[in-house]
């Protein structure tokens, strides 16, 4: 079977790990450290920290907009409806309500001018998504926050989901890294940059940076001498969102593998892109728009292909055609508005008609960094005879 999916680990990880267990001390401590200052240089984002999980670091940001601006529960944050239910959990247990925004049909990103339409006064944080790596159009999300500035006197703050985006940049700055906004990373297991799990929560000020800092480990500063279990006085409540220093040593020895197989499933991508764009019967990309134009703004663009979605017709046959000859592909997720859990925030008035379309033809085909140019040919021979 041609996977979907696989982790990249560099096995010299395993000298440093035995040190570290060796060491006495295996939690959060230099290792940690270490890492961060190397994700410092490597994004140009100084508030910066490394958490337990992607969903931990949304949270992270979601509490700091809460307690930095003083918004009460009525607040909406308007999310795109297409990705992890990982960011609406994060959502709910920060006690915010959802508004649903529909997707793009070129990208599977957040469709910006339904965000426009559906903003109101109560809604004062947007969830996006780069969806497989590819980059929302920032300079137009930072416009429609200047014009909801003028309409309603009040700011709009803006959490990025960037689970799917290490190395994929706009305007040659890594995704949420700028704008003022939010930037949330995923280190789970299968992603581009592993630390078997974990995250990283970019941050737009040094203030915000301080409070996560302390919200990671229950509101306890870690970098004062007395003893912070016992000695502190906790001002804000916060979680047990820490890392520690066996995973950081793992993300040390990954991130240069990372970074090269970014560039591989990138190169895989392009060759799609030129297969599919020879007009093969009952199967389009996405992003094709973007790949092949002439103008100029869309090399504001970078993406990393994490994922190379597809558009099928027949998509249950499609995939039963593909793993009968040995590849495994898949919907990767779902629409998050079906789950009982978000039952009250289902609407018929905001509707979703990108999205109803989408999620009957959507399927994500295998890009991965392991792929041979003889697999990569093998799949694009196996679409071309049909299904």
């Known amino acids: 079977m041609i996977n979907l999916f696989k982790p990249a680990i560099n096995l010299n990880c395993i000298t440093d790990i035995e ?44 509490e700091d907009i809460e307690r930095k601006h003083q918004l009460n529960y ?34 599977c990103n957040i469709d910006l001018d339904d965000l426009e339409r559906k903003l109101n006064g109560k809604t004062r944080i947007v969830l996006i998504v780069h969806w497989a790596g590819f980059p929302v159009d920032l300079e ?42 939010y930037g949330c990373y995923s280190f789970q297991a299968i992603k581009f940059l592993t630390t078997i799990d974990g995250g990283m929560l970019i941050v ?38 820490q890392p520690n220093d066996v995973f950081a040593s793992i993300g040390l020895n990954n991130i240069d593998l990372a970074l090269v197989n970014a560039e591989r499933q990138n190169d895989i991508a392009t060759e799609y892109f030129n297969f599919l764009e020879g007009d093969i019967n009952g199967i389009k990309s996405l992003y094709m728009k973007y790949q092949f134009a002439d103008d100029d703004d869309y090399l504001n663009f970078t993406p990393s292909f994490w994922l190379f979605t597809v558009r099928v017709e027949r998509r249950d046959d499609f995939i039963r055609y593909m793993k009968d000859n040995g590849i495994e592909v898949g919907q990767v997720h779902n629409r998050m508005d079906g789950h009982d859990c978000v039952n009250k925030y289902r609407s018929l008035i905001h509707k979703l008609p990108n999205m109803d379309i989408m999620e009957k033809e959507m399927v994500c085909i295998p890009n991965g960094w392991w792929l041979s140019d003889e697999d990569v040919e093998f799949i694009t021979e196996t679409i071309k005879k049909g299904w």
């Open 74 to 107: 009525d607040t909406e944050v308007a999310s795109t409806v297409l990705g992890c239910f990982a960011s609406s959990s994060a959502i709910l247990q920060s006690g915010f309500g959802i508004k649903w925004i529909d997707i793009d049909l070129d990208t």
């Open 140 to 181: 137009r999300v930072a416009q429609i926050r200047f014009h909801y500035r003028e309409k309603y006197g009040k700011d709009l703050y803006i959490i990025e989901d960037c689970a799917h985006s290490f190395n994929a940049q706009f305007n040659y700055q890594w995704v949420g890294t700028n704008y003022g906004n």
């Open 204 to 241: 737009p000020d040094k203030d915000s940076y301080e409070r996560c800092k302390l919200m990671r480990w229950f509101g306890l500063d870690r970098d004062k001498g007395e003893s912070f279990r016992c000695a502190q006085n906790i001002k804000e409540p916060g979680f047990k969102y």
């Open 19 to 62: 040190a570290v267990l060796k060491s006495g001390y295996i939690g959060q401590g230099k290792k940690v450290e270490e890492f961060e200052n190397e994700l410092k240089e490597l994004t140009g984002a100084e508030n910066l920290l490394y958490v337990n999980s992607c969903t931990s670091a949304i949270h992270l940001a979601l």
